[in-house]
């Protein structure tokens, strides 16, 4: 179920130089958030852009009715968010898509995020962490600078381990590697990926072959985000003979229903 809602702006605010913060009242939509799902947000009051903006519900605090969304500044809908003040009112349509699927019981879990594929992977920390699971994140990008959301999983207490391709925090070079290196595959239950879909490649390709329990969420460029409109259909594997929808039947997949772009390696 999904509501319109506007939400009340509290504070929007500048972690790196691309990634902003933003947290808004909105009671009714937290209320039915589950991690993994998202907000169709639109930016612009004059429909100038006129498509909502997707962004993944990054933590919430239902008892406040806060939802906070983590996000990069990558065009036009996401540069002009970032001007959005506190007291502003946006309008929100969510909660959207079929979020992660949570444990029946407490287990070990890897949670492996690349840039600002981090964001879904927050709420869905701390109700893994709810349930009594045993939380290792695995966190990847560029520089330190980058890893605008670290903070927030310390505070969590869970486990973090950090990856830079400069080496200026963490393990010097690919959060995939620090996955391989640091993770032993027998002693983990669930693996669940967000980032670019090259990082999630290689996330299936530790899981399957090790017959891991694993999900994964997938970004497309939406238009309706309810099914209606087609923009986001994909084939979850070549050979399927249909297609899903990202924004209905996902965002959130199973590593092994799915083939993942993994740069034309073998
Ligand atoms: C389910 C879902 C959850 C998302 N969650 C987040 C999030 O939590 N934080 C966040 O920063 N971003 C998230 N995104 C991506 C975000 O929706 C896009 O970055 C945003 O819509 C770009 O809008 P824009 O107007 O700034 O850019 P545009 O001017 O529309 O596009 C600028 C560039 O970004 C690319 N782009 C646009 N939309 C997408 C998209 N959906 N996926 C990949 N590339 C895109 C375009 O191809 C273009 O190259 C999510 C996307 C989906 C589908
Ligand atoms: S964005 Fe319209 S069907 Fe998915």
Same mark, same amino acid.
């Given at each position: 179920m999904a509501t319109l809602e506007p939400g009340l702006?509290?504070?929007?605010e500048q972690l790196a130089a691309d990634l902003f913060e933003l947290e808004l009242i909105a009671p009714q939509t937290a209320l039915l958030c589950q991690p993994g799902q998202f907000l169709q947000i639109r930016i612009d009051v004059n429909h100038d852009p006129l %498509?909502?903006?997707?962004?993944?519900?990054y933590d919430v605090n239902q008892e406040r009715?806060?939802?906070? %969304?983590?996000?990069k500044v990558v065009g036009r809908g996401t540069n002009l968010l970032t001007a959005v003040k506190a007291q502003e009112y946006l309008d929100i349509m969510g909660p959207l898509g079929k979020g992660f699927s949570l444990p029946d019981t407490a287990g070990r879990v890897v949670l492996v995020g690349g840039g600002v594929g981090i964001a879904p992977?927050?709420?869905?920390?701390?109700?893994?962490?709810? !349930?009594?699971?045993?939380?290792t994140v695995?966190?990847?990008?560029?520089?330190?600078?980058?890893?605008?959301a670290a903070q927030r999983f310390e505070n969590l207490g869970v486990e973090l381990l950090t990856a830079t391709m400069d080496g200026s925090q963490g393990c010097?070079? %690919?959060?995939?590697?620090?996955?391989?290196?640091?993770?032993?595959?027998?002693?983990?239950?669930?693996?669940?990926?967000?980032?670019?879909?090259? !990082? !999630?490649?290689a996330v299936a390709d530790f899981a399957v072959h090790r017959k891991i329990w694993g999900e994964c969420s997938l970004e497309e460029n939406m238009a309706c985000a309810v099914g209606a409109c087609l923009g986001c259909a994909r084939k979850l594997k070549s050979t399927d003979p249909g297609y899903v929808k990202v924004c209905k039947d996902g965002p959130v997949f199973s590593l092994h229903d799915i083939e993942l772009y993994n740069g034309g390696l073998a």
């Open positions: 702006v509290i504070s929007n %498509l909502r903006r997707p962004i993944s519900v009715g806060t939802i906070s %969304l983590l996000y992977l927050l709420y869905l920390a701390r109700r893994l962490q709810e !349930m009594k699971c045993e939380v695995l966190y990847g990008a560029g520089s330190s600078k980058d890893l605008a010097k070079g %690919l959060v995939t590697d620090l996955l391989r290196q640091q993770i032993k595959p027998e002693a983990i239950d669930r693996v669940y990926t967000c980032g670019p879909e090259i !990082m !999630m490649a």
